[in-house]
């Protein structure tokens, strides 16, 4: 119980949270290092990152994050500061010491253990990058929540640049925090009893305006006389802003009797208001460590080269923290150390974190008024009112408005896929050390914005899909080099939308299918016949097939007999499709097409054989009425249509789903033209065209595993159940007769 | 648990009884969750034959099972007086076809008899035990055993 009570909790959770999205950011800024794309902006939006966890794990007292946490940061400040020049191999060493810090936050989380020995090897490597520069990180032991500036984004966005032509213009006009307010601020060990953090005080005093804080440590004892429940710690802020002295007072309320607190300062907000909090006109000067009132600290921290000594400086009277009157003497400086702890290179826009379950209740909420909307369409439809009579246009309203909400409420549960992106370079890394291949993940569209639980349900086939581009289709090195090819291999993984739906690419560049190869595989383990003949795409297939893999040896990685089948029965699942191209030479592209919600769909009503049913309507590309002289025979079963230059296959939909034998004649019947993924097309026929509108998707429960065909079902106006087709997929397990003649010439399968 | 109920349970079971065909089978009432009548289904293509489609209840698509075609009896020729069986089994909800329901029975558990093992009738997985009540022999369905799910997925 006393733990739901527990403050810490819930701040520790969103401590956890806030990783998350800085691990997102450490991940991106690597990655554009690699590239090559580095500026000193990326450099210390990486080094921040790192600082910011660490920051945090110190104060949740989680150790070991921060211990490695420390030696990253160490690290990257060298980086920062020219000292070490990030090549290649040092980049790959923080992009595993990105995930290791990854794996340290999750362990934190869970409250797991992390694999000590990874974590170990990976401090190794870095120490080995830090070089004899080593001895100054012991000295930097101690900056955890030392002295720093904390401030708030302003918005302000200059160049470095501008800032690099006009250096000396700004340089003059620091002013003192005379004009602000001084705060003593001691608290007592009962404050920390009652869970009260001054991080979140002084976060509060951030929002007020400018912050300088210096931390007096010099009442801590030696270890040895240290008493963990006393409190030794003490805090000098000094502070500008315009609120008056009761404001600032009141950020205290809640301590105001757990601590000691002098405020010195105006009483009245008059002098301050003469000055402004923010000069946001003002280009941030950085040359001489002196912003002014309400700069940007990031934009100082993130400047040039050419003021590193100065920093370093800085940085030097910072970490000494024992000496908190070095650092009045040096005031301001807050450009080093603390700037990077809060502020971001990007404001960001507000967000709020919602409980999916809400969502998930809203989604279905709306997917009721639309069923709703439908049963009333129905019924003014029955009550045959005038077209243009106040409820039809009423009405009408409404279903826009339906729409509408619709649209909005299937915005809040998408999301981009950057995030599995970056998982997926994670697999790429670890997977290709442990088989010695030297591979790179290239991302393109990760912005593209997919359904959460497609997201989340996308992980383990997407995992696979690497994990088999890694092992079985980037070729060994000395293999590559004899193809031509770079030595590095190159997974590319693009997502995009296309047609009313997401499409996921896993390509790489390795040597292809080989296909003899497969087929022999597929003909050794009995899954297919011998001498059986087989066009590419169909070797190509068998890949898919249960219990099939390629590997002549099983290796670590994948192999381990769960197969391409398992990642394609999981992506059906989410009604999506998978399909797969390969040049031999040129590498495999494994294309993944999945719906945009799983939700709603726009879809077209028809009727088939007495039976109501639901084409989604992106895959209707048009629909025709057969004339006579459109159809011609194709073989003794089946028919093709002209469909103006090209021939079409035609297909009976009632015949297909088992619903009525083939018609005699399909004159004058109605085909929609259903695109299927590679280009090509395929005609179905149905009885007749009821309407188009928005159906709300319902599952089918899994009783009867997958229904071949069908995607889902959906609830009518009249309450009636229709199913929603699949017809791409109708198409694929077509058998394609429309001839109910000589029915013993039926081919097999 | 309280006394009451665990009393309750060692001692007697309310079974809900109803027709199929010409046999009366009983369900354990807990697993019913509610009788209503039939309302036409939509069917499911490349269903098995016993799985006679889907209705709507009240938001969330329901699967019926025609249990006379299910137990070798043929199948239900449908018409108002058919009743569909709501049961609930843990894992799934699934409505069951039959032609009327009878009544309401409090058994005691010791009253129930082991069928014996006739491997001739092919419906007798589905039937876990029997009853007599006024003479006449209840078959008690197992549920899970009637429900497509494992068999399907074989297929």
Request: no cysteine; charged share 25%.
């Given at each position: 119980m006393s733990d739901e009570d527990d403050p810490m909790i819930e701040i520790k959770a969103s401590f956890f949270v806030e990783c998350e999205e800085l691990l997102e950011s450490l991940q991106d800024g690597l990655q554009i290092m690699d590239d090559g794309g580095a500026d000193d902006e990326i450099i210390n939006v990486v080094f921040r990152a790192v600082h910011s966890i660490k920051g945090g794990a110190g104060a949740f007292g989680l150790d070991q994050l921060v211990r490695f946490a420390h030696q990253f940061e160490s690290v990257l400040d060298r980086v920062r500061s020219g000292a070490i020049i990030a090549d290649r191999n040092a980049i790959s060493v923080f992009f595993r010491s990105g995930d290791i810090l990854a794996d340290l936050v999750r362990s934190a989380r869970d409250e797991a253990v992390a694999d000590e020995e990874r974590t170990q090897s990976v401090l190794k490597e870095l120490e080995t990058i830090l070089g004899h520069d080593s001895n100054d990180v012991v000295e930097d032991e101690i900056d955890d929540f030392q002295p720093m500036t904390l401030s708030m984004d302003l918005g302000l966005h200059i160049s470095n640049d501008e800032v690099l032509d006009t250096p000396e213009q700004f340089t003059t006009d620091a002013p003192a925090f005379e004009d602000g307010y001084t705060i003593n601020f001691v608290p007592d060990s009962s404050l920390y009893v009652s869970g009260n953090e001054p991080l979140h005080l002084l976060r509060l005093l951030r929002e007020m305006g400018q912050l300088n804080v210096t931390c007096d440590t010099s009442e801590i004892p030696s270890l040895a006389d240290i008493d963990v429940e006393k409190s030794y710690l003490s805090w000098t802020i000094q502070l500008t802003t315009d609120e008056d002295q009761d404001a600032v007072r009141e950020v205290f309320d809640f301590v105001a009797d757990l601590c000691t607190l002098t405020i010195n300062g105006p009483e009245s907000s008059g002098p301050m208001a003469a000055l402004p909090p923010t000069l946001p006109t003002l280009p941030p000067l950085t040359q001489q460590n002196a912003p002014p009132p309400g700069e940007e600290p990031s934009a100082t921290a993130t400047k040039d080269l050419g003021t590193l000594d100065t920093l370093s400086?800085?940085?030097?009277?910072?970490?000494?923290?024992?000496?908190?009157?070095?650092?009045?003497?040096?005031?301001?400086?807050?450009?080093?150390?603390?700037?990077?702890?809060?502020?971001?290179?990007?404001?960001?826009?507000?967000?709020?974190?919602?409980?999916?379950?809400?969502?998930?209740?809203?989604?279905?909420?709306?997917?009721?008024?639309?069923?709703?909307?439908?049963?009333?369409?129905?019924?003014?439809?029955?009550?045959?009112?005038?077209?243009?009579?106040?409820?039809?246009?009423?009405?009408?309203?409404?279903?826009?408005?339906?729409?509408?909400?619709?649209?909005?409420?299937?915005?809040?549960?998408?999301?981009?896929?950057?995030?599995?992106?970056?998982?997926?370079?994670?697999?790429?890394?670890?997977?290709?050390?442990?088989?010695?291949?030297?591979?790179?993940?290239?991302?393109?569209?990760?912005?593209?914005?997919?359904?959460?639980?497609?997201?989340?349900?996308?992980?383990?086939?997407?995992?696979?899909?690497?994990?088999?581009?890694?092992?079985?289709?980037?070729?060994?090195?000395?293999?590559?080099?004899?193809?031509?090819?770079?030595?590095?291999?190159?997974?590319?993984?693009?997502?995009?939308?296309?047609?009313?739906?997401?499409?996921?690419?896993?390509?790489?560049?390795?040597?292809?299918?080989?296909?003899?190869?497969?087929?022999?595989?597929?003909?050794?383990?009995?899954?297919?016949?011998?001498?059986?003949?087989?066009?590419?795409?169909?070797?190509?297939?068998?890949?898919?097939?249960?219990?099939?893999?390629?590997?002549?040896?099983?290796?670590?990685?994948?192999?381990?007999?769960?197969?391409?089948?398992?990642?394609?029965?999981?992506?059906?699942?989410?009604?999506?499709?998978?399909?797969?191209?390969?040049?031999?030479?040129?590498?495999?592209?494994?294309?993944?097409?999945?719906?945009?919600?799983?939700?709603?769909?726009?879809?077209?009503?028809?009727?088939?054989?007495?039976?109501?049913?639901?084409?989604?309507?992106?895959?209707?590309?048009?629909?025709?009425?057969?004339?006579?002289?459109?159809?011609?025979?194709?073989?003794?079963?089946?028919?093709?249509?002209?469909v103006r230059d090209t021939f079409v296959p035609l297909l009976d939909l009632g015949a297909e789903l088992g619903y009525r034998t083939p018609l005699d004649s399909y004159t004058g019947a109605i085909v929609l033209l259903i695109a299927r993924e590679d280009g090509s097309h395929a005609a179905l026929v149905v009885d007749a065209i009821q309407d188009q509108r928005q159906v709300v998707i319902k599952g089918l429960q899994d009783t009867f595993g997958r229904v071949p065909g069908v995607a889902a079902a959906t609830i009518l106006g009249d309450g009636k159940i229709a199913l929603i087709l699949d017809p791409v997929d109708v198409v694929a397990n077509a058998d394609g007769r429309t001839r109910s003649v000589q029915p013993n010439l039926q081919l097999a399968g | 648990m309280t006394d009451i109920e665990e009393k309750a349970l060692a001692a007697e079971i309310e079974l809900l009884t109803f027709q199929v065909g010409k046999q009366e089978y009983a369900l354990d009432i807990m697993s019913v969750r509610e009788i209503r009548g039939w309302s036409k289904a939509t069917p499911l293509p490349h269903a098995p034959a016993f799985v006679r489609g889907v209705i709507n209840l009240r938001g969330t698509v329901l699967t019926i099972v025609d249990l006379a075609n299910r137990l070798g009896m043929g199948r239900t020729e449908t018409n108002e007086r058919n009743v569909i069986i709501v049961v609930h089994t843990g894992k799934e909800t699934v409505g069951l076809l039959v032609d009327a329901v009878s009544d309401i029975l409090a058994i005691n558990k010791t009253d129930l008899q082991a069928p014996p093992e006739m491997s001739a009738d092919n419906n007798q997985t589905f039937v876990s035990s029997l009853i007599i009540v006024e003479e006449r022999m209840i078959r008690i369905l197992a549920l899970a055993a009637a429900l497509p799910s494992e068999s399907m997925e074989a297929a």
């Open positions: 400086d800085s940085t030097h009277l910072l970490g000494s923290a024992t000496k908190p009157e070095a650092i009045s003497s040096a005031l301001p400086v807050p450009a080093k150390s603390g700037a990077p702890e809060i502020s971001k290179s990007v404001k960001p826009r507000p967000t709020v974190r919602v409980d999916l379950e809400r969502i998930d209740r809203l989604v279905n909420l709306v997917g009721e008024l639309v069923i709703n909307q439908a049963m009333i369409s129905q019924s003014v439809q029955e009550a045959d009112l005038s077209t243009n009579s106040a409820v039809s246009d009423g009405l009408d309203e409404f279903m826009q408005l339906t729409r509408d909400i619709q649209d909005s409420v299937m915005m809040i549960r998408a999301q981009p896929v950057k995030s599995l992106f970056q998982r997926m370079s994670r697999i790429i890394r670890e997977s290709s050390a442990m088989i010695g291949k030297s591979v790179r993940l290239k991302t393109e569209g990760d912005a593209t914005e997919v359904d959460k639980t497609v997201i989340e349900r996308l992980a383990d086939p997407l995992t696979h899909m690497i994990r088999n581009a890694v092992d079985h289709g980037v070729e060994s090195p000395s293999d590559r080099l004899a193809a031509g090819k770079s030595e590095e291999g190159i997974v590319t993984l693009s997502a995009g939308h296309r047609s009313g739906r997401v499409i996921i690419e896993v390509a790489d560049d390795g040597a292809g299918i080989n296909r003899p190869r497969v087929l022999q595989i597929a003909v050794e383990k009995g899954l297919v016949p011998e001498n059986v003949q087989l066009s590419d795409s169909e070797i190509d297939n068998l890949l898919f097939m249960p219990g099939f893999s390629t590997a002549s040896e099983v290796s670590d990685l994948s192999g381990r007999g769960v197969g391409m089948d398992v990642v394609k029965s999981a992506i059906l699942a989410l009604g999506g499709r998978v399909t797969i191209k390969s040049n031999p030479g040129n590498g495999t592209t494994f294309t993944i097409s999945l719906p945009l919600t799983l939700a709603v769909l726009d879809g077209m009503v028809i009727d088939v054989a007495q039976q109501t049913l639901v084409v989604p309507l992106n895959t209707i590309t048009e629909t025709l009425t057969l004339a006579e002289d459109d159809i011609r025979a194709l073989g003794p079963l089946t028919n093709v249509i002209k | -």
